[in-house]
């Protein structure tokens, strides 16, 4: 079956700027988490959606938001792009319940400049 | 809290060569999970494997074996005869078990060379 996948690919924003990053989860997988990865900082949680809900939010300011539609597809944004933002945005699904196994995108490589 | 460590931050191996990529890792819960990724230069990070803290079987799959060993809190990876195609970052993550929410916690990853 289809894996995660995220679009776009690639992307080039301006200090300021904002940026939608998109991800449509595995079939049948309702739990949505975004990761920041960075040279510098390793991959970091950035946030996890349920059913539409916001379940768990990393030490991120409030410039990164995301939401969750009814068919589990998930969008997030950041708002007032900062040239530090530059990263790549993992998006990864899985099933619900602890410890399931979660599957992660392509990703989304950001520029800022 | 939980935490995940990777001491090795880059290691190169010439090709048929055995590799170990150590993973130490800490936590308060008697139930959690450990995984391993490899994310290649395209960016994916790709499931390798996954162990529950009640099996201490260790796994072996194709040239690939773990080793997880409660006492020493360690979950070890090894790399039989590694090809060129090994090369990557390998990430072991944690997850415990609340009861509820799932968010793993990632080492800092392992970059992996093999030279041909």
């Known amino acids: 079956k289809a894996g995660v996948t995220q679009t776009p690919r690639y992307l080039i924003k301006t200090r300021g700027q904002q940026v939608t990053l998109s991800c449509s989860p595995i079939?049948?997988?309702?739990?949505v988490s975004w990761y920041q990865q960075t040279p510098g900082q390793g991959l970091q949680f950035l946030f996890e959606y349920f059913s539409e809900t916001q379940r768990n939010k990393g030490n991120f300011p409030g410039r990164f938001s995301g939401r969750q539609f009814s068919n589990s597809r998930s969008e997030m944004n950041v708002s007032t792009l900062e040239l530090g933002d530059s990263a790549l945005y993992l998006c990864a699904s899985s099933l619900v319940g602890t410890g399931n196994t979660i599957y992660f995108g392509e990703g989304s490589w950001l520029t800022v400049v | 809290a939980q935490k995940v460590t990777q001491a090795q931050t880059e290691i190169s191996v010439v090709e048929k060569e055995d590799v170990t990529l150590d993973c130490v890792y800490e936590?308060?819960?008697?139930?959690?999970?450990l995984f391993w990724y490899k994310q290649p230069p395209s960016g994916e990070l790709v499931f390798l494997i996954r162990?529950?803290?009640?099996?201490?079987q260790n796994e072996i799959s194709g040239r690939y074996s773990w080793n997880f060993q409660k006492s020493t809190s360690s979950f070890n990876f090894t790399i039989t005869a590694s090809q060129v195609v090994d090369s990557a970052v390998y990430f072991c993550?944690?997850?415990?078990?609340?009861?509820?929410?799932?968010?793993?916690?990632f080492g800092r990853g392992t970059s992996l060379i093999v030279h041909p």
């Open positions: 079939s049948g997988h309702r739990s």
């Open positions: 936590t308060r819960d008697t139930t959690y999970y």
């Open positions: 993550a944690l997850s415990e078990a609340p009861g509820g929410s799932y968010i793993p916690t």
């Open positions: 162990r529950n803290s009640f099996d201490e």
